[in-house]
DNA sequence: GTCTATATGAAGATAGAC
DNA sequence: GTCTATCTTCATATAGAC
C-alpha cells in the first residue's frame, strides 16, 4: 500500500513479518504470487456497509443525503485510497486482481444502490429507467469529484464540513435537475 | 507510462532514447528529476479542447451530448488512462507533480466547462448555482463510471455506440433529476 | 518449518577515454 | 558531449544447516 509492487521488497516483507525471507519462500513461490495472495485476501474481506435498516422508509431526499455522507466518508480513508492507487497501478500486470477489486468493492456498491433506487421506482418517488445506471450515477457524482483531488494529492485534508455541505448540494441536484422551470 | 517509474529502468530509457546511460546522467541529475522533467513536460503541452465554437449558441442538451461524447473519447484513450495511472501512483512520491496534472488537466476542464454553464444559467436555461460545482457534477457522471472500469481492467474494448446511448441518458438525467413529477 | 549465508542478476550511478 | 567499462548496492531467489 505505501509503495507499491516494485517499490516493496522482499527484505521489507519478511522484516516487518518478523521472519527470515526463506520462510517467505517456503509459504510462497514468488513476489507475484505474494502479491496475489495479499490482494485477494483483501478482496475476500471486502465489506461495504451503508445502508442502514430503514434506507427503504426514511425520505428519500434526507436518506441519499446519509448514504452520500457515510459514502465518501468510507471511500477518502487513507487506507482506501491507498488500495485504490494500488489496484490502479498494477491493473496492466494483474488485471484479474484490479477486476476482481472492482467486483467486490465499486461494483456491490452501485449494486445495493441500484436495489435501493429500484425499490423507489416501485413506490413511484423517482422516474422509471436503469436502476443500476441510476446507482453509477449516483455514486459519481457523490464520489468522484472529491475522490479525483484526493488521488491526485491536491486535497491532503479535508473539511468534512464543507463536504457534507456539498453533498446536499449533489443530492439536490441529483434529484431535480439543473434545468429551470 | 508502459511500467511506471520503478519499473523502468534507466537501461531501457537509454535503449530507447538510443543514447548511453552517462549521457542521460549528463542531461539529468538522477532518476527522480528526469521522470519529474518528463512528466513536467506533458503538463507543458497538455491541451484538452472540447468545447466547439457553437458552445454557447446550440440548443442545450444537444451541446451537452456532444460535450460528453468528445469528452469520453478524449479520457478513454490508453495513452490518457496510463497517464493517469501513473500520476495516480506517484502521488505520494511527487505530489507537486500529480497537482499540477490535476491543474492542467481536470481543473481546466471543470473550469471550462464552468463557464458553460455560468452563461447557461444567464440565459435562465439552467438554475442559478454555483458553476463549478456544476461542472464537477457533470464531468463526473460523464466520465467517472466508464473511467473507473476502465482502470481497473474490466472493459477493455469500449462499444462506442453503448457509449454514445448511455450518454444520452446521462445528460438527460443531468438536466431533468431523477424525481417523478 | 525456520534460520544463516550466499548465489546471481540487475538496478542506479560514475570514472575516464575519445 | 558521448561513449565503454566499471563500481556499488540492493533486488529476487536458493542451498544447506538446525
Not at 480513508?77 to 497501478?89: K, S, T
Not at 479525483?148 to 441536484?173: G, H, P, Q, S
Request: glycine fraction near 6%; hydrophobic fraction near 45%; proline fraction near 4%.
Amino acid at each position: 500500500m505505501a509503495h507499491g509492487f516494485n517499490g516493496t521488497s522482499i527484505d521489507q516483507i519478511a522484516a516487518q513479518a518478523g521472519v527470515s525471507k526463506p520462510t517467505i519462500y517456503s509459504h510462497f513461490e514468488g513476489k507475484e504470487q505474494l502479491f496475489v495472495a495479499i490482494m485477494n485476501s483483501i478482496c475476500d474481506n471486502f465489506e461495504n456497509p451503508f445502508l442502514g435498516p430503514d434506507a427503504d422508509t426514511a425520505e428519500l431526499s434526507t436518506i441519499l443525503i446519509k448514504i452520500a455522507d457515510n459514502y465518501t466518508r468510507s471511500i477518502l480513508q487513507p487506507g482506501v485510497v491507498a488500495m485504490h492507487r494500488l489496484f490502479v497501478a498494477e491493473a496492466e500486470r494483474f488485471p484479474e486482481l484490479s477486476r476482481r477489486y472492482y467486483e467486490v468493492g465499486p461494483l456491490r456498491v452501485h449494486q445495493t444502490l441500484a436495489a435501493f433506487f429500484k425499490n423507489r421506482m416501485a413506490r413511484g418517488e423517482i422516474r422509471d429507467g436503469d436502476p443500476l445506471l441510476l446507482a453509477q450515477f449516483f455514486a459519481a457524482v457523490v464520489i468522484a469529484p472529491m475522490r479525483t483531488r484526493r488521488l491526485f494529492a491536491v486535497e491532503t485534508d479535508i473539511d468534512w464540513d464543507v463536504l457534507d455541505r456539498r453533498n446536499r448540494e449533489t443530492v439536490a441536484l441529483f434529484l431535480d435537475g439543473c434545468v429551470k422551470r
